[in-house]
């Protein structure tokens, strides 16, 4: 990350550090479904559907932020939220029901 700022070359660059090196780490995610198929008739059937997304709740964070921008022309490299994690990358669990009719 490069910002030409002329009085202050100094905050214009993360030291030696290569291209992306803030990324975050790799992510595994097991999602499963629970289907039911129940007969009423010989003609009509209902399936429950039940479906897991992330289902063991694993938080993977977000990367953390970088340095400060006051407005495009000004770095601050010791800003108030610097270097914080303030977000995930994937939504936490998501369950979701369902009903569904044969006939």
Request: glycine residues 10%; proline residues 6%.
């Amino acid at each position: 990350m490069t910002r030409d700022i002329p009085g202050r070359q100094d905050l214009c660059h993360f030291g030696n550090l290569g291209y992306n090196v803030l990324a975050s780490d790799g992510q595994t995610s097991l999602d499963f479904g629970f289907f039911k198929n129940i007969p009423i008739s010989e003609r009509f059937k209902v399936q429950f559907r039940s479906e897991f997304f992330n289902s063991l709740n694993t938080p993977y964070f977000g990367a953390p932020s970088g340095l400060s921008y006051s407005s495009t022309n000004t770095l601050v490299p010791d800003g108030s939220r610097v270097g914080e994690i303030r977000s995930t990358r994937t939504p936490m669990r998501i369950i979701q029901f369902g009903l569904k009719l044969f006939f």
